[in-house]
């Protein structure tokens, strides 16, 4: 071990660092016991704990509990599995790409002109088009005044608007299982994750009070409907029930991410009371106009609004005008409202297809599956490895759900199953293999 060297909390840490930063402590490196460095550095014990929390608060390092406290190492954040070579993709969660838009027909007739610096970082019709599909669904359940801002896409809004209220170590309560983004997003800035079950009706009202009364969560990711991976949407009652909750925390901030609003069949069903202090609805455009759109139009309250401004100001400055442009462009066309509407209505059949052939083969997915994926739980972590194998040997790869779990070491086992492209056929080809493969 390096010499570590100081007399005050902050030199002892600034010691550390600079032995971090050098190369002679590697992630994952344990420091030594506090009263060891004390002893060695002859200083209160006090001094070193308090060198040592600064040093976790800074994610420089990690508290292990009775293991001590080491370096801090770069997150494992886990990804999802490609489909190999031959196998028939129910595992990507993809859109179809037959349902989306020409992107590049859309900006050469986009009304765009080249945007200079000093100009607005929102583009005038995107902006009309946002408070269209915005302001109305927050609007109505009394929240207060509105701001529209707009960033890279949804993870960008989430870790936007996180890194605006929150510090690191404070703890966010995420449904579990999650949106492996929202898991990476909420690890990579240092916070605590605090599950909250899923169930057929999304989060669960007793978890949300846990995670915020007894683990004290300082903000809520919830997604409204097409919950991925599971499907589930939330319901009106569910969402009275957890803005019940909430209400008793207007502190909390709320996150809702709308990822699949235009072509959901589910109903919005606000989660957020008018209490809530620091909110934001996250509508991106990824899953309906491309992928490559990476566009998120987000309605927030005032302060939390302008703080993400000034975010993307002092760092990428705006998001891209001619991605804005092309957005606007498609979100007020009437060929891509039609669109939209067919893509909304093949996504509920694809959806009601797979779920009516696995239920005829005594296969429950969870819920009513909104979205372009569904779940199917099994009994543990051996139900599913054989499970997948059996699929991946019968042609299919589908997602083990662990890979969605919040906390790695108690997942919830099942499967996600894309039904984005899936057609009568296949569907029934696929419940066949699949009751196959859990007997």
């Given at each position: 071990m390096p010499p570590i060297s100081g007399s005050t909390a902050s030199a002892i840490a600034d010691s550390v660092r600079d032995l971090v930063s050098r190369g002679d402590l590697a992630p994952g490196a344990l420091l030594p016991p506090i009263r060891t460095l004390a002893t060695e550095?002859?200083?209160n014990r006090n001094t070193v704990a308090a060198a040592y929390r600064q040093l976790v608060s800074a994610g420089v390092a990690q508290a292990g509990g009775r293991r001590g406290t080491a370096i801090a190492e770069i997150p494992d954040l886990g990804a999802e599995q490609t489909p190999g070579s031959g196998l028939v993709d129910l595992a990507s969660g993809n859109p179809d790409p037959r349902l989306l838009p020409d992107p590049l027909?859309?900006?050469?007739r986009a009304r765009y002109h080249p945007t200079m610096y000093g100009a607005p970082a929102v583009e005038d019709r995107l902006m009309t088009v946002a408070e269209r599909l915005l302001t109305p669904?927050?609007?109505a359940c009394g929240t207060g005044a509105v701001q529209i801002v707009v960033t890279h896409g949804a993870v960008d809004a989430v870790e936007r608007v996180l890194s605006t209220c929150l510090a690191r170590g404070d703890a966010v309560a995420v449904e579990d299982p999650c949106f492996l983004a929202s898991i990476g997003t909420v690890r990579l800035n240092g916070y605590q994750r605090?599950?909250?079950?899923?169930?057929?009706?999304g989060m669960t009202v007793a978890g949300l009070?846990?995670?915020i009364a007894n683990r004290g969560a300082r903000a809520v990711?919830?997604?409204?409907r097409a919950h991925n991976p599971t499907g589930v949407s939330i319901d009106h009652r569910r969402a009275a029930a957890l803005r019940a909750v909430l209400a008793d925390y207007p502190e909390v901030l709320v996150i809702e991410d709308d990822y699949f609003s235009l072509v959901s069949s589910a109903p919005y069903c606000r989660v957020t009371p008018p209490s809530t202090n620091n909110w934001a609805l996250v509508r991106s455009v990824a899953k309906f106009l491309g992928p490559d759109l990476r566009v998120a139009m987000v309605a927030a309250n005032p302060q939390t609004a302008q703080l993400i401004g000034a975010r993307l100001r002092a760092g990428k400055t705006w998001v891209s005008h001619l991605l804005q442009a092309a957005a606007a462009h498609l979100l007020t066309d009437p060929g891509t409202a039609a669109q939209l509407g067919r893509?909304?209505?093949s996504y509920a059949r694809r959806s009601l297809i797979l779920a009516e052939a696995l239920v005829a083969k005594g296969i429950s997915p969870l819920g009513s599956p909104d979205g372009l994926n569904l779940w199917v739980d099994l009994a543990d972590a051996q139900a599913v490895d054989a499970t997948v194998g059996r699929l991946t040997r019968a042609g299919w790869a589908v997602q083990p759900g662990d890979i969605f779990a919040v906390d790695p070491y108690r997942p919830r086992y099942g499967i996600r199953i894309t039904s984005s492209t899936v057609t009568s056929r296949m569907a029934t080809r696929f419940a066949t293999d699949l009751a196959s493969a859990v007997t």
């Open positions: 550095l002859q200083v027909a859309a900006i050469r669904d927050v609007g605090v599950p909250v079950p899923v169930d057929e009706s009070r846990n995670a990711i919830v997604t409204p893509a909304r209505r």
